[in-house]
């Protein structure tokens, strides 16, 4: 089992900046990869951004540019900067950890972009 604190979330004005913060601990794991995906009312969830364990990363298009996700290895906690936050960032952004089989998911943070 894998266990999730997340931090970070909140209200924020148009062009504002939030910092979300994750750490994971529980049970040995290798993780392959560390990630947010966000999930808007109505919408399925998207994958926000991801780093890999080689520290390669992936961006949404929307994001790029605006977001940076950033790994602390020794802490397992994963971060993302986003600035320039625009209403349809909206959302309840989720934490993730991918191991080479499974995929485990924390509790979710509201982030509202609104004036």
């Known amino acids: 089992q894998v266990q999730f604190v997340e931090s970070g979330g909140g209200l924020v004005q148009p062009g504002g900046s939030l910092r979300l913060s994750c750490t994971a601990s529980?049970?040995?794991?290798?993780?392959?990869?560390m990630g947010w995906s966000r999930q808007a009312p109505g919408k399925q969830r998207e994958l926000v951004a991801r780093?890999?364990?080689?520290?390669?990363?992936d961006y949404a298009d929307s994001v790029k540019a605006r977001f940076t996700i950033s790994r602390d290895n020794a802490k397992n906690t994963v971060h993302l900067q986003m600035n320039s936050l625009k209403p349809e960032d909206t959302a309840v952004y989720y934490c993730?950890?991918?191991?080479?089989?499974?995929?485990?998911w924390g509790q979710g943070t509201q982030v509202t972009v609104s004036s």
């Open positions: 780093i890999f364990s080689s520290g390669r990363t």
């Open positions: 529980g049970s040995a794991f290798s993780i392959a990869a």
């Open positions: 993730y950890l991918a191991t080479m089989t499974n995929t485990y």
